[in-house]
């Protein structure tokens, strides 16, 4: 990390919280290495850390009394992360253009496009396309990312403000609006934040879709047995109880109050094209004609 010192201590020590509550030493005491009352000191950790919140401890005042901070950066290793406006929305790659959506929806779809991540060169990379987030005549829009830094004018080089808000180089912050993604002038209560995000990995996405078509398969073979079964049962005069329609009320019923944690799996089933109520009804239906068959 780097420290500005506006009036450097005679002491100090770095501390680190990985939760915002909980805070452990990164750094021991250390005297003052230098004699001025203002200059940079960077200091580094003995090895990486996840810090949500830091905390830099003084003591022992210099002969001008006081302790004070300019400026202060942490040194920090690019990842992935979402770009998050609010709580509930999410930018995400959209073709050539940047767009805005649920944040429940962007993840359950598997497809990686709400996942960015800054670069060495500081350029907003897309992990599912590889291209750059551009801040270009005030819009925002995806961009080959060489031919974007070969534009000269900065418009794919962001930085992380204070408050972890995406600025251009242009001097204006990520935006989301009703109307899409956009920049504007950064504002403290406002704008895109980068929330940290585990690297894009594609591979649960891909089983998922596999095992959604084996049960979209198993669906459409259960149906046609079923149909077969009834024909048959008709045509020997049986006599089917037909509780297909208290299975469905029972699933939307439960579905009617489902937490957040219902909320996120239906999102998944239905990127995955799977209709799980229906399943579950299909299955009562062909225990009632089962059981009119005995």
Request: aromatic share 6%.
């Amino acid at each position: 990390m780097s420290i500005n010192w506006a009036y450097g201590p005679g002491e100090f020590r770095i501390l680190t919280s990985a939760d915002g509550g909980n805070f452990e030493e990164a750094s021991g005491w250390r005297a003052a290495a230098r004699t001025e009352v203002s200059y940079i000191e960077t200091v580094l950790f003995d090895a990486p850390r996840g810090v949500k919140a830091l905390a830099v401890v003084m003591r022992s005042p210099m002969a001008w009394g006081f302790f004070g901070i300019n400026a202060i950066s942490l040194l920090a290793q690019p990842g992935s992360g979402m770009l998050v406006s609010g709580s509930e929305q999410c930018f995400v790659a959209d073709g050539s253009g940047v767009g805005v959506s649920s944040c429940l929806e962007a993840i359950a779809s598997g497809s990686g496009d709400e996942v960015f991540s800054l670069s060495p060169s500081s350029q907003l990379v897309s992990a599912a396309t590889g291209n750059c987030v551009c801040v270009v005549s005030g819009g925002v829009q995806m961009q080959d990312c060489e031919a974007a830094a070969e534009a000269g004018d900065g418009r794919s080089i962001f930085t992380l403000t204070p408050s972890s808000q995406l600025k251009a180089k242009s001097g204006y912050c990520l935006s989301a609006t009703t109307a899409g993604a956009s920049a504007a002038p950064c504002s403290a209560d406002g704008g895109v934040t980068m929330v940290t995000v585990p690297e894009l990995n594609p591979a649960p996405a891909a089983r998922l879709k596999d095992a959604a078509a084996l049960l979209s398969a198993a669906e459409a073979r259960q149906r046609t047995l079923l149909q077969q079964l009834k024909s048959g049962l008709e045509s020997c005069k049986g006599f089917i109880q037909r509780n297909a329609t208290g299975a469905q009320h029972i699933a939307l019923a439960a579905l009617s109050s489902r937490g957040p944690a219902e909320e996120a799996s239906s999102k998944i089933d239905s990127e995955a094209g799977v209709d799980l109520a229906a399943v579950k009804a299909l299955i009562a239906e062909s225990n009632a004609a089962l059981a009119a068959a005995i």
